[in-house]
């Protein structure tokens, strides 16, 4: 039997990866009709780059980002709080990776392309309703065109993984009266800018706080021009505010947010000049869902932004899809394609997610710039004034806790799915 999977984005990708090296058949259906290389910067935490590695991919993955060296936060006035290295500088056994999406998405899609074959995913098709077929799982299928919908059918398989995003139609169909994303009260504005190199060359930066934040880091290098750098803006907005709906390419405007920022001219970087010089600005709320009861239906099951949509605080959202689809491959590995698989990952996967979306809610371990904000508006000469050492290391050490990267507990967790089964079922 085969697994069908809804949506061909990094969580669904990965996941018809991780079947094809256990040895179970996949097959993915996707809305859009041509999948292309949309979205900015995101960055893949050790704990998910340890999961690309397994599947042969870091090779593909120092040809497509960056390997990211140290995270430093800095108060609105440029004041350093905190710095630390990243990956392997930190003594992880994996590289952190700040990466433009769509690339590794494209990397992800040639490699199920090459591994599982070119007729493994269709395009133009959406998965719009599903039922329990005995040992089976049937799905209806349709095309969505100039505002017509048009059926195309059925398909069978064993499971459906649903991973097709925040505007999953299948959480819809668990949770009918859920409604649109919850939306925090902040915009963000997210461009792509030819820059200079700053601090180590490889650091994602952070300034401010919740109310107004400026976030970068390089996601490839441009040899003597210096670098490619990702940024966004956040900035803060009361509730009534007339959001625009999310969306990966909804043009921004500078006007719209360039004068909150006109200032910070930072010894380490021109920030107004970096915004003035983008490629591209798209703009789009900070949204996210709230945590649910279940994510299974029978032989169905959420994984990704359709189980745990969250901020992106803390660098996660991606990589808690990889692991999600690394976690439910071990548990089809270990139980078959049955409901006990789907039910076993669930119950090791959502109450972790759950925390990271509330703590992402609550800032993450961006909230030490809220801290820092609070306690000394006017800036300051050196953070010892501000924050205790212990202060700002337990503040870094408990959301790696939370998020499951934890450097000493993954340096010695096992591989989530048996690298001996795994390599033998691909080899089969």
Partial sequence: MTVLIAGAGIGGLTMALSLHQIGVKARIFEAVPEIRPLGVGINVQPHAVRELEELGLLPALDATGLRTK??????????????????????????????????????????????????????????????????????????????QTRPLGQAQGSLLIAADGIHSRARAILYPGEGKPAWGGTVMWRGVTSGPRFLTGRTMAMAGCKARKFVCYPIADEGDAGSTINWICDLQFPQDYLWNREDWNRPGKLEDFLPRFADWHFPWLDVPEIIRTASYVYEYPMVDRDPLPAWTRGRM????????????????????????????????????????????????????????????????????????????????????????????????????????????????????????????????
């Fill in 70 to 147: 140290e995270v430093a936060y800095y108060s609105s006035h440029g004041g350093l709080i905190w710095s630390e290295p990243r990956g392997r500088d930190a003594g992880y056994n994996w590289p952190q990776f700040s990466i433009h999406r769509g690339r590794l998405q494209m990397l992800l899609l040639d490699a199920v392309r090459e591994r599982l074959g070119p007729d493994a995913i269709r395009t133009g098709v959406s998965v719009e309703d599903f039922r329990d077929s005995g040992d089976g799982i049937e799905v209806d299928l349709a095309e969505h065109r100039d505002g």
């Fill in 301 to 428: 099951t959420l994984m990704g932004d359709a189980a745990h949509s969250m901020y992106p605080i803390g660098s996660n959202g991606a990589s808690q899809a990889i692991l999600d689809a690394r976690v439910l491959a071990r548990e089809i590995l270990a139980q078959g394609q049955t409901p006990e698989a789907l039910a076993a990952y669930e119950a090791d996967r959502r109450p972790v997610t759950t925390k990271i979306v509330l703590a992402n809610r609550a800032d993450g371990p961006d909230k030490v710039l809220d801290i820092v904000e609070e306690r000394a508006p006017d800036g300051f000469g050196h953070i010892d004034e501000v924050l205790s050492r212990d202060e700002l290391a337990e503040a870094a050490s408990a959301y790696k806790r939370i998020a499951g990267f934890d450097k000493d507990a993954l340096n010695v967790r096992p591989p989530i799915v048996p690298v001996a089964a795994a390599s033998a079922a691909e080899s089969a």
